[in-house]
């Protein structure tokens, strides 16, 4: 017989929880399944993951080469990095080059959704185009860029010089250097933006704006008061994802400047590349890109902190 | 339940032991990948072993060097060879992460300074051995003087060298001709002739040190030693901000105020800095000793200077990588590894003899070949530039595993940006001094 709480009576009368064990064990045997389960995946992914961390985190307290680990140094390879005025002068253009990635890139995506949502002809053309910069391979947009603007007789040097705007050094001049850097950025980095807000405008319904319209408010306010709240989350999420492509961004750097001139475009990715396999530096430059993983994790935690308040609104 | 367990049925413990196993195994399977790798690579009788070459010229250059490997017949007993290209791009951390993991080549081509760094990290096989064979075969005599010395650190030979990069002064023969100039021989006529072309809209003083392009550093530590100076002193030790540093640089100040130099030259890549000496803009610069056929020049409007320009207090000189090919101990058989060494150097001519490569060689015995003297300008190089040849180590003597983290470094490719946009010499050499001063430390 069985109780209501589980419990056996049997013949001598003496009550046993039989059931509650049975269905404990079952439940001990379910969760040993599904740890056995999950095991491949979470052998594999510490073998991805974890492992190269682990390593790299060794790697940035020794002083090492690129063959052998070398000898335990501490935290003197950090020291090193945080008191090297190339890695703030890095660190600052990254930070430069991040903000006006993410915003500038976000500007743009926002604009050119909000105009795809209207009906303008050739819209769907206009979309596929858009996504161009985002779709053709970094290389090979480099080189066009290098290309439209690397010598003084460059098409775009030219035509500044035939609106009598001088003859700019886009790639040479370190203060126009940075300019270009960042303005290609936004240009290969804006139909992410553009797609992500496109799918957080389409989930906006129209009776929203139709009440608001009734209410009186014009196309500034719908835009503040409706669509940007209503598209917070997505947006947040669209900023995190767009900061760590920035910070993680070598190519864009590596292929159009180098760099340089004069180290002016250097963001800590490719000053840690720089260090450990132009100045076989290992240990400080695995620093450089622990204190840069540091970072992205700072920003992260606090740009999902503004999406939590966003879904609470 | 008891009729459904059928053969075919696998039960959920059977399923996770599958699962498990495959796991265990790819895990095992990728860890043992690398360690076996040495040894599956010797197989047969002498088994084989890896060379890795390097793009060294047009693919053309990599197919014969393909075909001259495929060629090579070993003693019994000792390895055959395989070849394998690696691609410039990310060359360091190929080279690395295989001897690291020891899935390196036994024999290699390589960065210039390269078999010195991992000869200092104990996993090159010293070639003594090699060379005292090289010396009692007559081989030894047959090198171009110093190029096997240049090898040599108190451990011993690292490497043998097989050829040389060279740095020469280049000019345009119809632009020359359009303006009546000549040739100039000395740095005084040098920056004369560089006005000149200036007033007329091209530049004498032909650079390039935008991304992924190192020529501008090679031609700031040219000028160096070209005016006495360079990286080093002659105990070996760094020291950049010397008088006749200061002076060299002074003169590339000069150069960059008076329009000589293309302020944009900064941040050209090596495509841009080609392209403008195709289409003339260059009229005048220092470049590797195969301008014509890295830019694609078939022209022949462009040629090397008669030799070395002469400096303000008469010194002569140009740069030179002296480029070798380096034993690892990580080989199936050393013995095999020297004798293939052996043997690609003795076969390595028909590279010249096909006009494949633009380095210069470093045996007379190639020198002398009329296919290679048939190359005026490579033949030119050896003849009236080689003989006044520094390398990067100058003023001093001796090549070292340091010289790589300065060739190619972040910090030199500052100071050439600096001095190519006209920055000050002597500040931009205290930088240079104090950026560089940690990587010797």
């Given at each position: 017989m069985t109780s209501a709480i589980g419990t056996t009576k049997q013949a001598s009368g003496v009550t046993t929880p039989q059931r509650p064990r049975r269905a404990a064990r079952r439940l001990d045997v379910n969760k040993a399944t599904m740890l056995a389960l999950i095991a491949p995946s979470v052998v594999l992914l510490l073998l991805i993951n974890a492992y190269p961390l682990v390593s790299a985190a060794n790697q940035s307290l020794h002083n090492g080469t690129l063959i052998s680990s070398g000898s335990f140094v501490g935290l003197d390879n950090y020291r090193s990095v945080l008191t090297s005025p190339q890695f703030w002068q890095a660190a600052e253009f990254t930070l430069i080059f991040t903000i006006v990635g993410v915003f500038g890139s976000w500007a743009v995506g926002l604009g050119l959704a909000l105009l795809l949502q209207t009906d303008i002809p050739g819209r769907s053309l206009l979309k596929v185009l858009l996504l161009l910069p985002w779709v053709v391979p970094i290389v090979v947009s480099a080189t066009s860029i290098n290309y439209l603007v690397a010598t003084p007789s460059s098409p775009v040097p030219s035509l500044f010089h035939a609106l009598g705007l001088g003859a700019p050094l886009f790639l040479a001049n370190p203060g126009w250097a940075k300019v270009t850097v960042c303005v290609y950025k936004i240009w290969v980095s804006f139909p992410f933006m553009m797609l992500m807000a496109s799918a957080a405008l389409s989930s906006v319904p129209d009776t929203v704006y139709e009440a608001a319209q009734m209410d009186g408010a014009g196309a500034v306010a719908r835009f503040r008061r409706i669509t940007l709240p209503m598209i917070a989350r997505p947006t947040y999420i669209s900023w995190i994802l767009m900061t760590i492509f920035c910070v993680n961004d070598f190519p864009t750097i590596y292929l159009l400047t180098g760099g340089g001139p004069?180290?002016?475009?250097?963001?800590l990715v490719v000053l840690a590349y720089r260090t450990v396999f132009q100045n076989f530096l290992v240990g400080p430059g695995v620093a450089i890109a622990f204190l840069m993983t540091l970072a992205l994790v700072v920003v992260s935690v606090v740009l999902y902190r503004q999406i939590r308040k966003a879904a609470f609104h | 339940m008891a009729e459904m367990r059928d053969s075919n049925h696998l039960s959920r413990r059977g399923f996770l032991g599958v699962g498990l196993g495959a796991g265990a195994a790819a895990v095992l399977a990728a860890c043992s990948s690398s360690g076996s790798s040495g040894k599956a690579a010797s197989g047969g009788s002498g088994g084989t072993m890896k060379f890795w070459d390097m793009p060294?010229?047009?693919?053309a250059y990599n197919t014969a060097a393909q075909k001259l490997v495929a060629s090579y017949k070993p003693a019994s007993g000792l390895p055959s060879a395989t070849y394998q290209i690696i691609q410039w791009a990310n060359f360091t951390e190929t080279f690395a992460a295989a001897v690291a993991s020891n899935t390196g080549p036994a024999v290699s081509t390589g960065g210039g300074f390269q078999a010195f760094q991992y000869a200092q990290q104990g996993a090159i096989a010293y070639a003594d051995h090699l060379i005292q064979t090289f010396k009692s075969n007559g081989t030894y005599d047959d090198?171009?003087?110093?190029q096997v010395e240049a090898m040599k650190t108190p451990a011993g030979y690292v490497a043998v060298p097989w050829q040389l990069d060279i740095r020469v002064w280049w000019y345009n023969k119809p632009i020359f001709s359009k303006l009546g100039l000549t040739p100039p021989t000395t740095w005084d006529e040098m920056e004369s002739v560089g006005t000149t072309l200036a007033k007329h809209g091209y530049y004498g003083f032909g650079a390039g040190m935008g991304a992924g392009n190192f020529i501008g550093q090679h031609i700031m530590v040219m000028m160096m030693i070209n005016n006495g100076g360079g990286l080093f002193n002659a105990d070996n030790k760094?020291?950049?901000?010397?008088p006749r540093n200061i002076e060299a640089m002074e003169f590339v100040q000069r150069l960059a105020k008076a329009k000589i130099i293309d302020p944009a030259s900064v941040s050209y890549t090596t495509d841009t800095e080609n392209a403008q000496w195709k289409s003339g803009k260059f009229a005048m610069g220092i470049n590797t000793g195969a301008l014509d056929i890295g830019a694609g020049i078939t022209d022949g409007s462009v040629a090397p200077l008669p030799g070395p320009l002469t400096g303000p207090h008469g010194d002569k000189a140009c740069l030179v990588f002296q480029n070798n090919i380096m034993m690892y101990?990580?080989?199936?058989s050393q013995a095999g590894s020297e004798a293939f060494t052996a043997w690609y150097i003795k076969n390595m001519s028909t590279y010249w003899k096909q006009n494949l490569l633009s380095g210069l060689p470093v045996l007379k015995s190639i020198v002398a070949t009329p296919q290679f003297q048939q190359q005026t300008h490579l033949d030119a190089a050896v003849k009236n530039w080689l003989p006044y040849a520094k390398n990067y180590a100058a003023t001093g003597n001796v090549l070292s595993p340091s010289l790589a983290k300065v060739d190619g470094s972040q910090q030199l490719t500052a100071f050439a940006q600096t001095m190519l946009g006209g920055g000050d010499p002597k500040t931009a050499l205290q930088t240079l001094q104090s950026s560089l001063q940690p990587l010797f430390a």
């Open positions: 004069i180290s002016a475009t250097t963001t | 060294w010229a047009a693919p090198f171009l003087p110093g760094l020291d950049v901000v010397t101990k990580n080989t199936p």
